[in-house]
């Protein structure tokens, strides 16, 4: 049986045969039947398992190596390994998800603020308890000067506070989660001029959350970050009224 005839191919409207075979070592990779770091079985094996021709194998490897499932080296050694995790490539393109999800499907302010609210509450307490003096050293290294001018350095501190707050609750899954969502709203506001006094606030705010943390006070700082994101809602909410109406 030809290439072209395999089931799965162009003709008669089916899916191209290089998907199905990207779609059958995917399977086995999510499942864990190939594990990160193992070598996949050489082109001339998987011609054979799918009764394919190279390009094929070559195009769906192609495919998965864009998911970041795969990556390959060359040399006496080389070949094409399934990759290991990384939590900067995944929240990458998480990011990339949920700024084209908020754009096409109208994704509400308050809808990204309540996924903030679910995850940075419980890691703020968390965080509370599991922090290291490295942690509190990052976080003070991001507080600011309301008063000494706005620029985008005090945008980025704004959003380094929450990460660290997330890495400080020693859970990568949380910074994975919640970071896309906090990026995306920052780049849909970072353009737009805050309300008076807002810089003042989220000032007043950090410093208040940043000594719960220090004190190991998980309810108070998980209640601080509460009433924080609360404010922060507040203001997104207003501002993206005054861009729709204008």
């Not at 499907?105 to 809808?111: F, L």
């Not at 309810?219 to 009433?227: D, F, G």
Request: hydrophobic share 40%; net charge negative.
């Amino acid at each position: 049986m030809t290439e072209a005839n395999q089931p799965g191919s162009n003709k008669s409207g089916r899916r191209p045969a290089y998907e199905i075979v990207a779609d059958a070592l995917r399977v086995r990779i999510l499942a864990g039947e190939l594990t990160p770091g193992t070598r996949l079985p050489p082109d001339v094996e998987l011609r054979a398992e799918f009764g394919v021709g190279q390009s094929t194998v070559r195009e769906a490897i192609r495919t998965l190596a864009s998911e970041n499932l795969v990556h390959t080296t060359r040399g006496v050694t080389g070949g094409t390994f399934v990759a290991k995790p990384d939590i900067g490539q995944l929240s990458a393109h998480l990011e990339a998800g949920v700024t084209l999800l908020a754009a096409a499907e109208g994704v509400t302010v308050d809808q990204l603020m309540e996924v903030r609210q679910l995850t940075e509450v419980p890691a703020a307490g968390v965080a509370a308890y599991r922090h290291t003096e490295a942690h509190l050293e990052e976080l003070r290294a991001t507080i600011f000067d309301p008063d000494a001018g706005i620029g985008p350095e005090v945008y980025a501190s704004n959003q380094e506070f929450h990460r660290i707050l997330l890495r400080a609750a020693d859970n990568p899954l949380l910074d994975l989660i919640t970071v896309p969502v906090f990026r995306v709203i920052g780049s849909r506001f970072s353009r737009d001029v805050a309300p008076e006094g807002f810089w003042r606030c989220v000032d007043e705010d950090h410093r208040a959350l940043l000594d719960a943390v220090e004190r190991r006070d998980s309810m108070t700082a998980m209640t601080l970050m509460r009433r924080h994101l609360d404010h922060l809602g507040d203001v997104y909410k207003q501002m993206d009224l005054l861009r729709r109406q204008s």
